[in-house]
């Protein structure tokens, strides 16, 4: 099965600017999620989709943060505007909804994000 | 709360040798679930092993095992015959559940750099 799709692979991108990310899962996952994982830490959930309805966003600065999941299939993540902290890989992940996500989630390759 | 530690920033092995890396995690719930990803540096998390909490067999899965010890919350990956390919990221995670919504989240430990060496 093919997995899951992210773009860009890199962006770089100068402080107050507008960036977006967009994710396209395995297909039939009914969850999406969008991770930030800054250099030397783990992946911290940015916010977690279940079809196109929000299950978890409590992580997520909705002040510059934004995401959506249109017909519970792709998604994308934005930021506007970019704060020099921002620099960071957004890793997208889809899994089959509960309880079958306890198999583990797939991954895509992320978005390495340098704001300057 | 729930976290998980991983206490060895970096390690490495030399090709062909068994290498254990290692993981706490702290929890008041009885049933999870433990998992072990590998991010090589193609940056994509993938999934080595995973671990119900309600076994007491340790998983494997080929040259990957673990050995958890529920009573001292200890995780640690047990990566036999170590090949070059095996050089990455190690990261440690605990599956919590949400009960207002019956969905589960992740919790990742800081990660173990692991490099083999020829």
């Known amino acids: 099965e093919a997995g899951v799709a992210q773009s860009p692979r890199y962006k770089i991108i100068e402080k107050r600017q507008s960036v977006a990310f967009w994710c396209n899962p395995i297909s039939g996952h009914a969850t999406l999620y969008w991770y930030q994982q800054i250099l030397g830490q783990g992946p911290k959930l940015l916010i977690q989709?279940?079809?196109?309805?929000?299950?978890?966003d409590s992580q997520l600065p909705k002040d510059r943060f934004s995401a959506e999941r249109l017909k519970g299939v792709d998604s994308t993540l934005k930021i506007q505007p970019a704060k020099l902290e921002d620099s960071a890989v957004y890793l997208c992940?889809?899994?089959?909804?509960?309880?079958?996500?306890?198999?583990?989630?797939?991954f895509g390759s992320g978005t390495r994000l340098t704001v300057v | 709360a729930q976290t998980v530690t991983q206490s060895q920033p970096e390690m490495s092995v030399q090709e062909a040798e068994t290498v254990t890396l290692s993981c706490t995690y702290d929890t008041s719930e009885n049933n999870y679930y433990l998992f072990w990803y590998k991010q090589p540096p193609s940056r994509q998390m993938i999934l080595v092993i995973r671990q119900e909490a309600y076994k007491q067999q340790n998983a494997t899965e080929n040259r990957f095992s673990v050995n958890f010890q529920k009573a001292a919350k200890s995780f640690s990956l047990k990566i036999s015959d170590s090949q070059l390919g095996d050089t990455a990221m190690y990261f440690c995670?605990?599956?919590?559940?949400?009960?207002?919504?019956?969905?589960?989240?992740?919790?990742f430990g800081t990660g173990t750099r692991l490099k083999v060496l020829a």
């Open positions: 992940a889809s899994s089959q909804p509960p309880p079958r996500s306890l198999d583990g989630y797939t």
């Open positions: 995670a605990f599956m919590k559940h949400r009960a207002t919504s019956g969905t589960y989240k992740y919790i």
């Open positions: 989709f279940q079809n196109n309805g929000v299950v978890d």
